[in-house]
């Protein structure tokens, strides 16, 4: 997840903010977009950034993120009998984290009781997302993975409209959720029962990290609550990463590829998108991370060898339209709120 997924970290390279509140003028679904370890950062005034970066162009970078996301996601799949899905999440909070720490340096004096009640939830919600995500991974492949999570901000999205016209786009999703589960030739039948539960819940956990991103948004400057957030995560995880996986964790080759689906899963695809949102409509941004399922799919047959059908690639296709289909509705939607 996207986690997927949700835990991004903000660049110290950049030079304005980082925010964990969702964008404004778009639906639930906008923040949801992006993957399940990170918070939409908000977007900001234009500015010159590292020219490495700026000279691939916003939707450039906006795509590079996402690949890097997916490309994290597959790696983590290829560690996994080494330290176990738990002890792969555990490394990847932790690292994020202490970048976050780092980069962020977020204030622990000056909160209340109400601010620290809604930074633990997100924490927890984070950590559970990323768990049964992972968990998911180590049944069935990345891009069906990745689509049925995706469901989680989609139904968000169509709730929180209330619009016919998102019956629509409910309907594309519930059509690709057949095909998911065999119900065409050639479909998703074949799935892990339990892995698909993993997905599904790891998308519930999505829909409630966008909510609880938001809250803390409000409540911490820059990226202090998504700092705060992220060792609330590794704290809750970590034990259950010792415990699956023991001094396993500790071996030098496990630790630098955890570092590796850190970097790749979190701070680059953070800081990239960051970039690109001083140059890009957040609306863009979220039609643009959709492809999410099309790029896990990629990395899933690129790095680990799995392959799709003709019926699960239509099932992806599908959960891509509706997503697309769900955000430009709803921007379409506020642009009419604002001129009226």
Known sequence: MTLPSADRPGSASTSAPASTSAPTSTSAFTSASVPPTAAAPAPAAPS???RRFGSLGPVGLVLAGGVSVQFGGALAVTLMPRAGALGVVALRLAVA???LLVVCRPRLRGHSRADWGTVVAFGITMAAMNGLF?????RIPLGPAVTLEVLGPLVLSVVASRRAVNLVWAGLALCGVFLLGGGGSGGFGGLDPVGVAFALSAGAMWAA??????RTGRR????DG?????VVAAVLFLPLGVVESGTRLLDPTTLALGAAVAVLSSV??????????????SSTFAVLMSLEPALAAAAGFLVLHQTLSAAESLAIALVI???????RTQVGRGKAEVAG
């Open 226 to 230: 998504l700092a705060l957030a992220m």
């Open 97 to 99: 984290a202490l970048v």
């Open 220 to 223: 911490f400057p820059q990226a």
């Open 321 to 327: 339209g509706a997503s697309m289909g769900a955000v």
């Open 209 to 214: 990290y966008i909510v609880f991103s938001a």
């Open 134 to 138: 992972y968990q998911s991974l180590a």
């Open 268 to 281: 680059l695809p953070y800081t990239l998108e960051l970039l690109a949102l001083r140059r890009l409509p």
């Open 48 to 50: 010159a950034g590292p």
